[in-house]
Nanobody, 123 residues
Framework: QVQLVESGGGLVQAGGSLRLSCAASGRTFIMYTMGWFRQAPGKEREFVAAITWSGGSTFYADSMKGRFTISRMNAKNTVWLQMNSLKPEDTAVYYC????????????????WGQGTQVTVSS
């Protein structure tokens, strides 16, 4: 019903920046809450950021607050994650996800997921 494709991952040095993109197709994008999650080897999937369907509210995990920014442009069916001041601990596969609800930080409530994009931060 909804297909999500992430892009923009890569290898950066600590302190650098990346912007991840998530392109959506299928069901009406504007009505979905969009989130970013990440998962490092051996760790649970971790909430990163979320944005409401209107873009009026954003939510961030404490460790990302002030460094990461989520945004969306519904006309382009796209959501971004701007990542600044990257740290080695940010290394993970980053996933975008969509849901019709508003339980922002729990990955179980997201209905659609992208394939993930690898972000590696070197020291």
């Amino acid at each position: 019903q909804v297909q999500l494709v992430e892009s923009g991952g890569g290898l950066v040095q600590a302190g650098g920046s990346l912007r991840l993109s998530c392109a959506a197709s299928g069901r009406t994008f504007i009505m979905y809450t969009m989130g970013w999650f990440r998962q490092a080897p051996g760790k649970e999937r971790e909430f990163v950021a979320a944005i409401t369907w209107s873009g009026g509210s954003t939510f961030y995990a404490d460790s990302m607050k002030g460094r990461f920014t989520i945004s969306r442009m519904n006309a382009k069916n796209t959501v971004w994650l701007q990542m600044n001041s990257l740290k080695p601990e940010d290394t993970a596969v980053y996933y975008c996800a969509a849901q019709l609800g508003d339980i922002y930080s729990d990955h179980h409530h997201y209905d659609y997921w992208g394939q993930g994009t690898q972000v590696t931060v070197s020291s």
